[in-house]
């Protein structure tokens, strides 16, 4: 049981570390350093609250209860379609978030300017092949392209610590980092996967809540040292700073190349942020794939897979192709509203009904506090969800 909470933990730690990293200093690229930490750390807390809730209605139901699920036992069958609209939106979100992105890299990183277009449509290619092939397919490359993430992570902070100016972290923009809120949810995102979570330990509720704790402190100290770096050697003013790539639509790796004479660095942070988007790729649209044929009552044929293949992956290309700048925006979205909403306010309110409304048991509450607690998370979704309606209006 040890191990197995070890690779839980693992699981939930990965999961949330993704492409969502390099947005981070670009969407809160006018707060500075400590006021970014200070929204990441409260994101952080929210996120294992929120995912301590999830283990709790998991426990009331039985084994195997999904997302779904929950929202129909708990809020009924308009709790089921919202929770069903809500996945879907999130996904696809997220889909058209990691096609743009992944197709702006090859096309600036590795090509130099080729149409976005046809790099959108080669990274998808590409890289849906392997989710069409089957889960052990996409398993087996996802794993080399862990790896791979792993280590130019660690290349890319062994250089770039040298080359912090500490001055930079005088910088106190609150305004910028409240900005960044909708992209920071999306970045510690792992919720979804707590039902499986909670059913590979066996229902131990106790070593659920270790693996969420000890998982969500591996993106949580990841994000900060990457924040830390990129923000205390990219300028945030100029031509080629922060905001001006927030504006461009770039990633947080982009405006290196620029700022940095040693081109181990800007080498490096390529090749992480594109195994950072190709593993968030995967795992999403793996997860979509899934998704869509349950929900379909799709039979096991080629037929159904080349459709669902299509259904996965052709509307987020064509959105991207619309729009190649639209990385920052999908992740917004993603995290402004399908994770607020689906990852955030639905479990408060199923464990609202669950403990005030249909009197179950609170033997399984591990999430401290009562419904003072709930009313803080409450107000926390309804904020997020506030700053992104500013940001559109804006």
Not at 1 to 18: C, D, E, P, Q, W
Not at 40 to 60: H, K, N, P, R
Not at 152 to 173: A, P, R
Not at 201 to 207: N, P, S, T
Request: glycine share 12%.
């Amino acid at each position: 049981m040890k191990m197995k909470t070890f690779i839980a933990s693992l699981l939930i730690g990965g999961t949330a570390l993704g492409a969502g990293m390099l947005a981070l200093p670009i969407a809160t690229a006018g707060g500075g350093i400590i006021p970014s930490w200070t929204i990441y750390f409260l994101s952080w807390v929210f996120s294992i609250a929120t995912g301590l809730l999830f283990v709790e209605i998991g426990l009331w139901l039985p084994k195997h209860a999904n997302i779904v699920s929950m929202a129909k036992t708990l809020l009924g069958n308009k709790g089921k379609w919202v929770a069903w609209a809500l996945y879907i939106f999130l996904f696809y979100s997220l889909t058209v978030a990691y096609v743009a992105g992944g197709g702006r890299l090859i096309s600036i990183s590795l090509f130099g300017e080729v149409s976005p277009a046809i790099c959108i449509i080669l990274f998808t290619l590409v890289f849906g092949l392997s989710v069409y092939l089957g889960t052990k397919v996409a398993g087996r490359v996802n794993g080399v392209l862990m790896a791979g993430l792993i280590i130019s992570y660690l290349g890319f902070v062994f250089f770039g610590i040298q080359k912090i100016d500490f001055s930079m972290m005088q910088v106190w923009g609150w305004k910028g980092a409240v900005l960044g809120l909708p992209i920071i949810f999306t970045s510690f995102s792992y919720q979804g996967t707590v039902p499986s979570i909670l059913d590979y330990l066996e229902r131990d509720g106790k070593r659920t809540r270790f693996a969420i704790i000890c998982g969500t402190t591996i993106p949580f100290l990841a994000y900060i040292v990457w924040d830390l770096i990129i923000k205390g050697v990219v300028p945030i003013e100029g031509p080629h700073g922060l905001l001006a790539a927030r504006a461009s639509g770039a990633s947080a790796v982009e405006p290196l190349k620029y700022v940095i004479q040693n081109a181990k660095i800007p080498i490096l942070g390529n090749f992480f942020a594109f195994f950072a988007l190709t593993t968030s790729f995967i795992g999403v649209t793996l997860g979509l794939f899934d998704f869509l044929k349950d929900s379909l009552h799709l039979k096991k044929t080629e037929l159904n897979k080349f459709f669902l293949t299509l259904l996965v992956y052709v509307p987020p290309v064509l959105v991207a192709i619309t729009n190649p700048l639209i990385f920052l925006s999908a992740l917004g979205y993603a995290g402004g509203f399908g994770c607020a909403i689906l990852l955030g306010f639905l479990p408060t309110l199923m464990v609202w009904v669950g403990r005030y409304k249909k009197g179950y048991s609170l033997d399984h509450k591990l999430c401290i506090g009562g419904r003072g607690t709930l009313i803080l998370l409450f107000l926390f979704v309804f904020f997020e969800i506030f700053v992104q309606i500013i940001q559109k209006i804006v």
